[in-house]
């Protein structure tokens, strides 16, 4: 894996990472567990801390705007469904996916996992079109980055038309996932450094 792969997955992780310890260093701060450096408690402080940021993020999450609840969902179906198609695709590679996680074959065809993406990026994307209402925009981006995802995984294997995902070639899918990923967060930490700047500067209406 090359330096650029490397960078982006760090990139990704980062900015990940990023929009979880923003939220916890504030509410370490406005909480009640005590800070670090004034407690000899620091795993009772901290699991303290964590019960707080789980609380806001539920009471942030109900009150927040559609919008910022679709980016959220966007970026964590977006993860979480890259880590468990890579961890899938892998299991099956080695041997050891048993008769739950295995290839699918139609007619002697390998379907790919791009297939099912794109049914369910489409799906999703027309359905959103369909009903223009934004309260459904937060659950539709579920299946919408889920797709994207599968689609984004196999990007490499569609560019050389040949199933090149295990490699070198292959790499390409990852580097434009973890691109897509670390984009993804960026924009959901974005939105809520801007989101909680203008609570503060400008007035309320």
Do not use: C
């Amino acid at each position: 894996m090359g330096r650029g792969t490397v960078a982006l997955g760090a990139l990704a992780a980062a900015a990940t990472a990023a929009t979880v310890a923003v939220e916890v260093a504030r509410v370490w701060k406005r909480g009640s567990a005590p800070l670090p450096g004034e407690t000899d408690h620091l795993l009772e402080a901290g699991r303290t801390v964590t019960k707080e940021t789980l609380a806001v993020i539920r009471e942030g999450y109900r009150t927040s705007s559609d919008r910022e609840n679709a980016l959220f969902n966007m970026a964590a179906a977006f993860a979480a469904t890259l880590g468990m198609t890579r961890g899938a695709t892998a299991l099956i590679r080695s041997g050891h996916g048993g008769n739950v996680l295995r290839n699918i074959v139609v007619a002697d065809r390998h379907i790919h996992h791009f297939v099912p993406g794109i049914v369910l990026g489409l799906s999703a994307g027309g359905t959103a079109i369909a009903v223009r209402h934004d309260r459904y925009d937060r659950w539709l981006a579920l299946p919408f980055a889920a797709g994207s995802a599968l689609v984004l995984d196999e990007a490499a294997l569609l560019l050389e038309l040949e199933d090149v995902y295990w490699s070198e070639r292959g790499v390409l899918s990852v580097q434009l996932s973890f691109g897509a990923l670390a984009l993804l967060a960026s924009l959901a930490l974005a939105v809520r450094l801007l989101r909680r700047g203008e609570s503060t500067v400008l007035p309320p209406r």
